[in-house]
């Protein structure tokens, strides 16, 4: 068996899968431009909830894998952050302002009719990964969120710039998330070097980021066939 890598070469082998990750996807590109038209906007928004709600149910899978009480107690706050400590707040519910700020109606988005089967395949893989996986590696493909805070940046910018039509409140998502998210990642970084100490668990977490970026990547896949070529979503047809 390999020896480990040192934690420097380990945290490095994670970090250099920030190639893989969606920032540098088409469909984010035209995002930033300003090249969407509101359809498109509101196709993303209405997708991008179903990831936001399974989050919770992937972290809740973390959870119930996880025998260490420190981990679980630090774990369980994100759960917190996107459901609420009751009806109305949290991080789901700010998305949902989020995609009525775009247009569209809490029930369209509620009852996942935008839902493309794509989306839908890629964020249960994700939701199946954590449930069928050890703990630590659940957690290691959460570490996407070490490279989401600069596209999160750029994002929040770019969209009040190149859609002034937005309305201010439907940006809540992406300012309250940004405050919290430097802190997450360093902490999941920290709990991943700490539990992956054989080369195997190691090769593993590298494994489970590079599968999260698929995840990500695929979802905007599935958005970007049917926004560029305006396929009908019933028949997938142009
Ligand atoms: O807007 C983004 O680009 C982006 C990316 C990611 C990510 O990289 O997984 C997350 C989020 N946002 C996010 O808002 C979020 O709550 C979140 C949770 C997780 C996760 O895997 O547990 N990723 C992300």
Request: glycine share 6%; aromatic share 10%; hydrophobic share 40%.
């Amino acid at each position: 068996m390999s020896e480990p890598s040192t934690e420097e070469e380990f945290t490095a082998r994670l970090r250099a899968l920030s190639s893989r990750y969606w920032d540098s996807h088409p469909f984010h590109l035209r995002l930033h431009a300003g090249e969407l038209s509101k359809d498109e906007l509101r196709l993303w928004a209405a997708n991008r909830w179903y990831y936001q709600r399974c989050i919770p149910r992937k972290d809740a899978a973390i959870l119930a894998n996880c025998p260490d009480q420190d981990v679980r107690r630090q774990w369980r706050e994100r759960i917190v952050w996107h459901d609420g400590e009751r009806a109305g707040e949290g991080g789901a519910e700010n998305w949902l302002r989020m995609a009525e700020a775009l247009g569209l109606t809490r029930e369209e988005v509620l009852d996942e009719r935008h839902v493309l089967p794509g989306t839908r395949f890629a964020v249960d893989a994700y939701v199946t990964f954590a449930r069928t996986r050890p703990w630590v590696e659940a957690v290691a493909s959460g570490l996407t969120e070490m490279f989401s805070r600069g596209l999160m940046t750029r994002r929040l910018a770019d969209m009040r710039e190149r859609y002034p039509w937005i309305a201010e409140e439907g940006f809540t998502y992406f300012t309250t998330r940004l405050k919290v998210i430097e802190g997450e990642g360093k902490s999941t970084l920290d709990l991943v070097v700490r539990n992956c100490r054989t080369r195997e668990h190691q090769d593993a977490a590298v494994a489970a980021l590079a599968f999260k970026c698929d995840v990500l990547r695929a979802i905007l896949d599935a958005v970007d066939y049917y926004a560029v070529g305006g396929a009908d979503r019933t028949t997938g047809r142009s």
